[in-house]
């Protein structure tokens, strides 16, 4: 009870997960070391809030040392970015090291698989089967749905800008959960007992809303038209590249724009989502009815407002 839980992405964007499970683990007594790039101001609100911090880099193996040392748990979760299978072979070298062993839990996706559509999802499959391969036993979280972070992060601008979103799931079924929901689940796992092989789970989305309803309910919310406009995926992915371009610092990057303009164009194929949706198995989980993609919403439509609203 007294070794703290490494936390790893506790200061990352996309989703937010690391940032929720410091949060939550902490809120449970348990003692929280969270690793970070660099010693910002995200880094001094998780201090603030009662973590330690160090400063390291996953494809750093001699930083991961002392993030590392005596720990009862680790989540590892890594952005949508390339470089995954290096940065899980370097921590796995470190964790290897490190006796007992952590319970060592991972965030992953359902499209995680060696021969994926997706290179991201190919990666993702690797870096699972390094930490197999290092005899770590992880707990691997598949979680079959997008994130509702994803509306704000890859379409905020269009709708904004343009009153439009614009993606390739075409009427393909979208799958939703809430990062802090998926955090919550990863806490779950964290604070139990390592298991004595690796395990494998595919925690469901809490429902499954098509982008033609989540411009609906953006217009409902907002008050003004805002439609969706199906794409190919070439296209698609030739806009998130033309944003990460314009944008170095933003979350979309050219691997993200791979990955999920691929995963869009394979679901616009499909009549029923990879996991079928099932709220009531997530609110058993959680001990709470999952949130729902419009709660996110109406938490965040000054997000969606047009500049000269805002102003």
């Not at 590392?68 to 090291?97: E, I, K, M």
């Not at 698989?113 to 290092?134: C, H, I, K, M």
Request: zero cysteines; hydrophobic letters at 50%; glycine letters at 8%.
């Amino acid at each position: 009870m007294s070794a703290p839980v490494l936390v790893i992405g506790a200061t990352g964007r996309h989703g937010g997960t690391g940032r929720i499970v410091a949060e939550r683990v902490l809120s449970r007594g348990r003692p929280v070391r969270a690793l970070v790039r660099i010693d910002d101001e995200r880094a001094a609100e998780l201090r603030r809030r009662g973590a330690t911090t160090v400063v390291g880099d996953l494809h750093d193996r001699a930083s991961l040392v002392a993030a590392a040392r005596d720990v009862s748990a680790v989540y590892f979760t890594y952005p949508v970015a390339a470089g995954v299978v290096s940065a899980a072979a370097n921590l796995a070298s470190v964790l290897v090291d490190v006796s007992p062993k952590p319970h060592l839990v991972v965030m992953s996706m359902a499209v995680s698989a060696v021969d994926s559509p997706s290179r991201l999802g190919q990666g993702q499959a690797v870096a699972e089967e390094v930490f197999t391969w290092a005899g770590l036993n992880p707990t691997v979280l598949r979680f079959g749905g997008l994130f509702h972070e994803n509306v704000l992060l890859l379409h905020g601008a269009s709708i904004r800008e343009n009153s439009v979103i614009a993606n390739s799931f075409g009427d393909g079924p979208a799958p939703w959960i809430g990062g802090d929901d998926a955090a919550e689940i990863a806490v779950t796992h964290l604070l139990a007992p390592a298991p004595e092989s690796a395990r494998v789970s595919y925690p469901p989305p809490a429902e499954v809303i098509d982008h033609a309803e989540v411009a609906r309910i953006v217009a409902a919310e907002t008050g003004r038209p805002v439609r969706f406009q199906p794409i190919s995926a070439a296209a698609w992915r030739a806009e998130l590249e033309s944003a990460a371009e314009a944008q170095p610092a933003s979350a979309i990057n050219a691997a993200m724009a791979q990955h999920i303009s691929t995963v869009g164009g394979a679901l616009s194929q499909r009549t029923e989502p990879l996991i079928a949706a099932d709220p009531d198995a997530l609110a058993a989980i959680l001990g709470r009815p999952p949130a729902r993609l419009v709660d996110f919403l109406r938490r965040n439509l000054q997000h969606f407002a047009p500049a000269t609203t805002l102003a």
